[in-house]
């Protein structure tokens, strides 16, 4: 079956692959196929691994049933991330930190989960229409998202931040920041890619700000920090 989804181990030992069949594919290194997963769900197309755990992450399924997967492939033990009820995934992202595994759904939300597949905490972009696509910042806090025309840039507890407006019918589908996070390129319909400078010390000024704006109005979580 023609391959949907590959990726390739932080530290370059492996990789993985899933199929337009539902076949998740663990290789060396060399081109050996070391496990093999079939998903229920069939169709799969993005594969993710986890930063530091042998864990893999899985969006698979067509249509409202699509949904995510957590599975460990030194136990053979594999999780369900049920994302926003009936609402399909569209991407999913591993934390830089590894402590959490981020869904961008169908319905606009991005939720967060452990890697018990626990859900954490989520927030609503507050767009209309399906995500697209999303990616972390290589120091986790910042997080980007496409839907329709629009980029939108949040903080990880779910504040706005910025929003970049590509031009019309270049519609982003996907996305990544580069290494230093000083740039964020957006891939487009019709073979346009679309490079975003990103004014670090303006966002700083601008997440500190929302912070302070938050903590004002949530003065209990102050107690609750260390």
């Known amino acids: 079956a023609p391959i949907q989804g590959l990726t390739i181990s932080p530290d370059g030992e492996h990789w993985a692959s899933v199929d337009e069949a539902g076949l998740l594919n663990l290789w060396s290194k060399d081109g050996e196929v070391l496990q093999t997963l079939p998903l229920e769900a069939g169709f799969a197309d993005i594969v993710r691994f986890h930063p530091q755990e042998p864990v893999l992450a899985i969006a698979a399924g067509n249509g409202a049933e699509r949904t995510g997967l957590l599975w460990n492939w030194q136990q053979d033990t ?8 009936s609402f399909p995934v569209r991407d999913l992202q591993f934390s830089p930190d590894g402590k959490l595994l981020a869904t961008a759904s169908w319905n606009g939300n991005l939720d967060f989960w452990d890697l018990a597949g626990r859900k954490q905490h989520s927030f609503f972009a507050g767009i209309e229409g399906p995500l697209n696509a999303m990616h972390f910042s290589p120091n986790g806090q910042l997080i980007a998202l496409t839907s329709g025309p629009s980029t939108l840039l949040f903080d990880r507890q779910g504040e706005f931040i910025q929003m970049f407006t590509a031009p019309k019918h270049f519609f982003p589908f996907s996305l990544r920041f580069s290494p230093d996070g000083t740039t964020l ?13 990103l004014d ?12 302070a704006a938050f903590l004002q109005s949530h003065p209990e979580i102050l107690g609750e920090l260390p």
């Open 185 to 197: 390129a957006t891939g487009h319909r019709w073979g346009k890619i679309l490079l975003w400078n």
């Open 200 to 211: 670090l010390a303006a966002l700083v000024q601008t997440g500190c700000e929302k912070s």
């Open 78 to 85: 594999s999780t369900p991330v049920d994302s926003s009820g």
